[in-house]
């Protein structure tokens, strides 16, 4: 006979599994409802005045020739000096690294003459050397033109005579000459780097620059630190520090905003700001946003070579279905109900409030929302409905699109679902792809349509060029500054116009056509201009610059003016509010008593069986 | 073995051998009393004499489970939410998903009309609450049963071969286990495209080692039996002895292992989809509260949102723990048979 040599193991053990799920259950339940907080530092509460700020969207680097985020060049504005500056109250161009400027008569050649009082932090006066230094590797080295390049492109040369003058030649007019939003960096630091390509500017602290902060550490994802710049030439900076700390969950950062962790908190979503507005030392901004927010279509992507690539869908090409997608989109109902009124209608490009270039289509050219009138246009373009329902192109190929929608976005989630029901009416399927990072798909053409948005400055000129030709990838391997492949004849030629157009009435004249030429092409559709939803604590900033003055934004500001003027409050201690708690313990109350309840329950269960059992 | 070793009736193949291998399984009480034979007024056939044992092994099964309190409790619960969320297409209609036809303003507190209050798009919050009930038990039941599965043919295997292969399968096992289940199915869910089937398959792929270990057990022990040996002297082959023999003894530790394994694997679901890695289009219950923490509920204090699915969770995890902890007592006599 055979013996039984091994003997069938307890089936685990039923009582740890039993806990470990009860464990589990519980710790789900709880982490659902409780606020995740962030593994924040909270250890240096150094001595002065801190302003913290809660920040969500990554660095993508703290090279000012590379970065192009909003919260990078945010940085880069307070890191740097630029040329020139925008006024806070109206944003006219007023001086910043240059005290004044001179065109020639052709207005080929532009003379600047550089301030004598700014220094580099490390003691080293700025020149106008240092300025001839930062554009002309910008026009030398491509690498180098990869953020800011559209304002470099037109310059046949820059020169330094003397440590206050820079000489600027001109191939053609050019509009931005007074907007020139480019860092400038200290030659003596920045003529020791290689590859301009891959060198991020974050391995050396502190960065050298003459901003009104200096940037002092920065950790990837959770926090930029920047000190004040004693000598700056402006005056410095009230608070003794300057925190970005990184809170990837906007409730996090409301949390720590009732907790007096965090000084302001931007991106609030219509119920925080609701929630918020009605706290004690809470104050809640809600401004005019400089931000567009579009649903961009893949025009089909090519390269500079004219090599096609990505994968988008075909029957974008046709004019026709872009027109009707964007006819079945309801603006007036995305504004009331995703943003809740916190944000105005789309238009043109350019938000309205830059009202010398804000465009608004003519009754006739207006694509209002009606969706038979979409129906009817795919119907003549050849889209039929099939048996089930669905359009079918010619080509057999159903119009089933892709949207490409930021997985930190709330907006473009909840977006997404109207525009699934819109056009699933009309017979066109909708997939939202959410991901963390779109710029991979993006960048290779992978994707039918898109959310997009930027933020505008005072002078249009960047986001125009980032749809002309010129900024394509130069192969289908690189990237370019392109933002969704339009290559457009009629555009360029506008745009090149607008360029060298130096009468502000005529420029903001083809600025407008530009726009109204983008419209038409169905390429970018402007669904709303988003309101900045901020809120800062009002014991620890006493006072604080908005831009404009008057209802104006604090985050994301042309210029350093916030952070800069930001006047800390005298008793500048943390102010615990009780209330947010309270808050927090009615939502865990229910949950911790059904939790405890459960648990207690169980336990007696199982020591009632117990002896049974092992 | 030698030939006085009694030997199966004469007139039946080998494939009868699941006559004895069901009957004296180790989990279904051994020493009890034989069914009783089918009744004598008619011949009694094979299949019918199956059927008859079949039908009193139910009845014996449910017997013992009527006995625990918990475990009826959990059945009662499930049941409950089980015929909530089949019938949710008569009472609340898939219309409550539809954000254009939002019958409510935004974020309402609890009303009469909104039991539970509505979201942000101003659906009714009770609505979602049974309509997502569907999705997190769809995907509780095929991911513990593809994981169950994957970890029966595993273990099966890994037992009945044995040597150098079944180390190499338990080593790649060992390897799953001690892998962070949670972390692994992150990983699995953000590489491939956001679906439902892409949240089964992540848990299903990541929670399999327990059941493969158990079950390899189990297979050894059942090998070593002598009517294993018995059958391979008839000439059974590898798959019949798995097929026929060994699985059968395995199904209760199967079932036990798959009712507990719901539990774990709605919360992973609801962990996944509340960490935005599950499809954002179809309503879940870890989708809800993650559209709730979209919409700024928690710093709201917006409670009646964040609540329902919250306890929803816990309550089915219980439900099925419960039951699957009962059904664990009944079919293994080690544990606590006496109850």
Redo the contacts between chains.
């Keep these: 006979m055979v013996m039984v040599t091994k003997a069938p193991p307890r089936s685990a053990s039923a009582a740890h599994r039993a806990l470990r799920l009860l464990l589990a259950a519980g710790v789900t339940a709880v982490s659902l409802v409780a606020v995740p907080g962030t593994a924040a530092a909270e250890d240096d509460k150094s001595a002065g005045n801190t302003l913290t700020v809660a920040v969500s969207q990554s660095i993508d680097s703290l090279s000012p020739f590379l970065a192009q985020k909003l919260t990078s060049t945010s940085i880069h504005r307070l890191a740097y000096e630029y040329l020139t500056n925008y006024d806070a109250k109206d944003a006219r161009t007023i001086p910043g690294l240059a005290t004044a400027w001179t065109p020639s008569a052709d207005k080929l050649t532009w003379t600047y003459t550089i301030r004598e009082n700014s220094t580099w932090s490390d003691g080293k006066p700025a020149t106008a050397e240092d300025a001839a230094w930062t554009f002309n590797k910008m026009m030398t080295d491509p690498n180098a033109a990869t953020a800011n390049g559209s304002f470099t492109a037109n310059f046949a040369q820059v020169t330094a005579p003397d440590a206050k003058t820079l000489v600027i030649r001109l191939k053609k007019p050019q509009a931005t000459m007074t907007a020139l939003d480019v860092p400038i960096v200290p030659k003596h630091v920045w003529e020791k780097v290689g590859d301009f390509s891959k060198f991020n500017n974050d391995k050396q602290f502190p960065i050298v620059g003459n901003g009104p902060f200096v940037i002092t550490d920065f950790k990837v994802d959770q926090y930029i630190k920047l000190k004040p710049n004693k000598t700056f030439w402006r005056g410095a900076p009230k608070f003794d520090e300057l925190v970005f700390k990184y809170y990837k969950d906007g409730d996090a950062a409301v949390a720590a905003l009732q907790k007096g962790e965090v000084s302001f908190v931007p991106n609030l979503t219509p119920a925080q700001a609701a929630a918020l507005g009605t706290q004690k030392n809470i104050k809640v901004n809600d401004a005019p946003g400089r931000r567009f927010y579009a649903l961009a279509t893949n025009p089909g992507a090519k390269a500079q070579d004219g090599k096609a690539f990505g994968n988008g869908h075909k029957a974008l090409l046709d004019p026709e279905v872009r027109k009707a997608l964007f006819l079945a989109v309801d603006r007036t109902t995305l504004v009331d109900k995703v943003f809740q009124g916190h944000a105005v209608e789309g238009e043109g490009y350019i938000p309205p409030r830059f009202g010398s270039y804000f465009w608004k289509p003519e009754t006739g050219q207006k694509r209002t929302y009606d969706p038979a009138e979409a129906a009817k246009v795919l119907d003549a373009a050849g889209y039929r409905k099939n048996a089930d329902g669905k359009r079918v192109g010619k080509d057999g190929r159903p119009l089933d699109f892709r949207i490409l929608c930021h997985a930190t976005d709330p907006n473009d989630k909840a977006v997404g679902k109207y525009l699934q029901e819109w056009w699933g009416e009309l017979g066109v399927g909708l997939k939202v792809e959410c991901l963390d990072s779109v710029s991979d798909p993006w960048v290779k053409g992978d994707y039918d349509l898109a959310f997009d948005g930027w933020s505008v400055n005072p002078d249009p000129d960047y986001v125009l060029s980032i749809h002309t030709c010129g900024t394509l990838p130069e192969t289908p391997k690189d990237s370019g500054a392109t933002d969704n492949f339009i290559c457009d004849r009629q555009f360029d030629g506008l745009y090149a116009q607008q360029a060298v157009e130096y009468d502000a009435a005529k420029r903001a004249d083809l600025v407008k056509r530009m726009q109204s030429r983008l419209y038409d092409t169905g390429y970018m559709n402007i669904m709303a201009y988003p309101n900045a939803l901020e809120a800062y604590r009002t014991d620890q900033i006493k006072s604080i610059t908005t831009m404009p003055e008057a209802g104006g934004n604090l985050w994301g500001q042309d210029g350093y003016w916030s952070w800069w003027s930001a006047v800390p409050a005298a008793s500048a201690s943390e102010g615990e509010s009780s209330g947010s708690s309270t808050n927090i313990w009615l939502i865990l109350g229910p949950a911790a008593i059904v939790l405890v309840a459960v648990g207690v329950w169980t336990a007696r269960r199982r020591r009632s069986t117990a002896d049974d059992r092992e | 073995m030698t030939s006085t070793e009694p030997t199966a009736p004469s007139g039946t193949t080998a494939s009868s051998g699941t006559t004895p291998a069901t009957e004296s399984s ?1 989990a279904t009480a051994p020493g009890k009393k034989k069914p009783p034979p089918a009744t004598a007024s008619t011949p009694a056939t094979k299949s019918s004499l199956t059927w008859a044992r079949r039908r009193s092994t139910v009845a014996r099964f449910w017997a013992s489970y009527r006995t625990r309190r ?1 475990g009826l409790l959990g059945l009662a619960g499930l049941a409950l939410i089980a015929l909530l969320a089949l019938t949710a297409p008569w009472t609340v209609g898939a219309d409550v998903q ?3 036809q ?1 019958p409510g303003t ?2 309402e507190p609890p009303s009469a009309e909104f039991p539970l209050g509505t979201d ?3 659906r009714s919050l009770l609505g979602l609450l049974i309509w997502g009930a569907r999705i997190s038990l769809l995907v509780g039941l095929l991911a513990a049963v593809l994981s169950v599965a994957i970890g029966t043919l595993v273990g099966i295997i890994a037992g009945h071969y044995g040597g150098w292969f079944s180390t190499v399968v338990m080593r790649i096992t060992d390897w799953f286990l001690v892998m962070p289940t949670l972390v692994l199915a992150i990983v699995l869910a ?1 590489v491939m ?2 679906s439902m089937w892409t949240v089964v398959l992540a848990i299903g792929v990541t929670s399999w080692p ?1 059941t493969a270990r ?1 079950v390899r ?2 297979t ?2 059942v090998e ?3 009517y294993i ?1 018995r059958a391979t002297a008839l000439g059974g082959g590898h798959g019949h002895v798995m097929g026929r023999h060994v699985l059968p003894n395995v199904m209760p ?1 199967v079932l ?1 292992q798959t009712t ?1 394994g719901i ?2 694997a709605i ?1 992973t679901e ?2 996944l989809a ?1 960490l ?1 890695l599950g499809d ?2 179809v309503v879940s219950w870890g989708g809800m ?1 993650q559209d709730a ?11 009646w949102y ?2 329902p ?3 929803a ?3 089915v ?2 439900a099925f ?1 419960l039951c699957g ?1 009962a059904v ?2 009944v079919l ?1 006599p ?3 048979v ?2």
Excluded: C, M, Y
Excluded at chain 2, 293 to 303: E, L, P, Q, T, Y
């Design positions: 180790p918990a539809s954000v254009t939002a935004a974020l942000q798009f101003g953000t495209s956001r327990t158990l057990a189990q050894i022990a070593s039996r002598p040996e530790l036990a507990l539990s774990t919360l609801a962990t509340f935005g954002p289009t509260l923490r979209d919409a700024g509920a928690v710093s709201s204090g917006h409670w964040l609540a699915p919250g306890i969770i816990a309550l995890a219980l723990t902890r664990e007592s293994n080690k544990l606590g006496s109850r």
